[in-house]
Nanobody, 132 residues
Framework: QVQLVESGGGLVQAGGSLRLSCAAS?????????????MGWFRQAPGKEREFVAA????????YYADSVKGRFAISRDNAKNTVSLQMNSLKPEDTAVYYC????????????????????WGQGTQVTVSS
């Protein structure tokens, strides 16, 4: 199994920054190694569908961003520590949402996905609120 726990959410004014972190654990991760799993961040605002935010390949060689966050957000990972982070700068009120960390199966060493159905494991989410 895989467990994902997000942290770092909170309330910030527009233009501010937050850094989300996701800690991964579990026997599956230990067995295959985190470098075989792509990791992604998704978000869901009230009354809206969950949407893709950013993804990173298992070996951290490739990243991909939604157009709405490109140039403002940066995803990174530390496979030695089994963590993935999302640095969010120049935050806007429309970034307000619950942010979810997600992991694929162990087949994404050098690739990633922006599709939520490619992700097998999900965290509980962390709230990010950006005030205007």
């Amino acid at each position: 199994q895989v467990q994902l726990v997000e942290s770092g959410g909170g309330l910030v004014q527009a233009g501010g920054s937050l850094r989300l972190s996701c800690a991964a654990s579990g026997r599956t991760f230990s067995r295959y190694g985190m470098s075989r799993y792509a990791m992604g961040w998704f978000r869901q605002a009230p009354g809206k569908e969950r949407e893709f935010v950013a993804a990173i390949s298992g070996n951290a060689g490739s990243t991909y961003y939604a157009d709405s966050v490109k140039g403002r957000f940066a995803i990174s990972r530390d496979n030695a520590k089994n963590t993935v982070s999302l640095q969010m700068n120049s935050l806007k009120p429309e970034d307000t949402a619950v942010y979810y960390c997600a992991a694929t199966g162990p087949y994404y060493t050098s690739s990633y996905s922006h599709r939520d159905h490619d992700y097998d494991y999900w965290g509980q989410g962390t709230q990010v609120t950006v005030s205007s």
